[in-house]
């Protein structure tokens, strides 16, 4: 009998579960995302290089004219052979650069630029297309959605939490 009073006693004092701790939540969310249209240009700049062995030069080549709205201008130079019937090498590149641009298209009707002004180093992404992007909530179930054109992104969402002794 004592062995049975104090797990008798802890039974009486325990504290009863109330509706307070238990909380339920449910969440749900749309999201559509449509691209809009992106340029990333980089100019280019003129360039010239001339090297080799056993080469002599008589008019040295290089650039001329450079100015704030035109690239520079390659001139050719004049080289021969230093010694005959020597080895020799020889090497010449040149880079003519880009024009600079000062204006960008606006974004046509359709949310892109359909003319961009661009430089020898670029990256162009179209925007997107919306279609048939859609997106439902309901009480009632799960959010829906529906794919568009390219450039788009559609996301659906449903979350449930249930705390129990918060």
Same mark, same amino acid.
């Not at 290089?62 to 004049?78: D, E, K, N, V």
């Not at 641009?101 to 606006?106: A, L, S």
């Not at 297309?129 to 859609?134: H, N």
């Given at each position: 009998?004592?062995?049975?009073?104090?797990? #008798?006693?802890?039974?009486f004092f325990?504290?009863? !579960?109330?509706?307070?701790? @238990?909380?339920?939540?449910i969440?749900?969310?749309?999201?559509? %995302?449509?691209d809009?249209?992106a @340029?990333?240009?980089? &100019?280019?700049?003129?360039?010239?290089?001339?090297?080799?062995?056993?080469?002599?030069?008589?008019?040295?080549? /290089?650039?001329?004219?450079?100015?704030a709205?035109a690239?520079?201008?390659?001139?050719?130079?004049?080289?021969?052979i230093?010694? =005959?019937?020597?080895? *020799?090498? *020889?090497s010449?590149?040149? @880079?003519?650069? =880009?024009?600079?641009v000062? %204006?960008?298209?606006?974004?046509?009707?359709?949310?892109? +630029?359909?003319?961009?002004? +661009?430089?020898? =180093?670029? +990256?162009?992404?179209?925007?997107? %297309?919306?279609?048939?992007?859609?997106?439902?909530?309901?009480?009632?179930?799960?959010?829906?959605?529906t794919?568009?054109?390219? /450039?788009?992104? #559609? +996301?659906?969402? &449903?979350?449930?939490?249930?705390? !129990?002794f918060?």
């Amino acid at each position: 009998m004592r062995r049975l009073l104090p797990l #008798a006693s802890l039974l009486f004092f325990a504290t009863p !579960v109330s509706a307070a701790e @238990i909380n339920s939540r449910i969440v749900d969310s749309v999201q559509l %995302t449509v691209d809009g249209p992106a @340029i990333q240009s980089t &100019r280019i700049g003129s360039s010239y290089t001339v090297s080799g062995s056993n080469v002599s030069v008589t008019t040295l080549g /290089g650039l001329t004219g450079a100015s704030a709205t035109a690239p520079a201008t390659i001139s050719a130079g004049s080289y021969d052979i230093g010694t =005959d019937e020597a080895a *020799f090498t *020889f090497s010449e590149t040149s @880079i003519v650069g =880009d024009v600079p641009v000062t %204006t960008q298209q606006q974004l046509s009707s359709g949310g892109r +630029i359909d003319t961009p002004n +661009i430089y020898g =180093d670029s +990256i162009t992404s179209n925007g997107g %297309t919306p279609g048939s992007l859609a997106g439902t909530l309901s009480a009632a179930s799960i959010p829906t959605v529906t794919a568009g054109g390219s /450039g788009t992104t #559609a +996301i659906g969402q &449903r979350t449930i939490e249930l705390t !129990v002794f918060k």
